[in-house]
Nanobody
Framework: QVQLVESGGNLVHPGGSLRLSCAAS??????????MSWYRQAPGKERELVAN????????KYADSVKARFTISRDNAKNTVHLQMNSLKAEDTAVYYC????????????WGQGTQVTVSS
């Protein structure tokens, strides 16, 4: 059974850093066929795309609000995805979700349960 498990969320002061991880299981040898994304949802707001990375890691995309502060990466050998978050701001506070979507069959789409990131002094 496919499963995405996020970790690394925590309470951090403004200006601090966190590294989120997403461990994917049940994908077998096809993890590399999935575009991996991080989304976030703040209280009272819609879920938004934070960053994604294509199956081959040749392309990444970031929300304007996190460009130059966040970096997404993946390790297809370990079936993991990471989100390095630097210079965190209060507005980065949200539940962060890992998403896996097949590169060609978009209906094949999986979500993790989320990890809470709180940026507060």
């Amino acid at each position: 059974q496919v499963q995405l498990v996020e970790s690394g969320g925590n309470l951090v002061h403004p200006g601090g850093s966190l590294r989120l991880s997403c461990a994917a299981s049940g994908f077998g040898s096809v993890f590399g066929m999935f575009t991996m994304s991080w989304y976030r949802q703040a209280p009272g707001k819609e879920r938004e795309l934070v960053a994604n990375i294509t199956a081959t890691s040749r392309s990444t995309k970031y929300a304007d609000s996190v460009k130059a502060r966040f970096t997404i990466s993946r390790d297809n050998a370990k079936n993991t995805v990471h989100l390095q978050m630097n210079s965190l701001k209060a507005e980065d506070t949200a539940v962060y979700y890992c998403n896996a979507r097949h590169a060609y069959r978009y209906e094949i789409d999986y979500w993790g349960q989320g990890t809470q990131v709180t940026v507060s002094s």
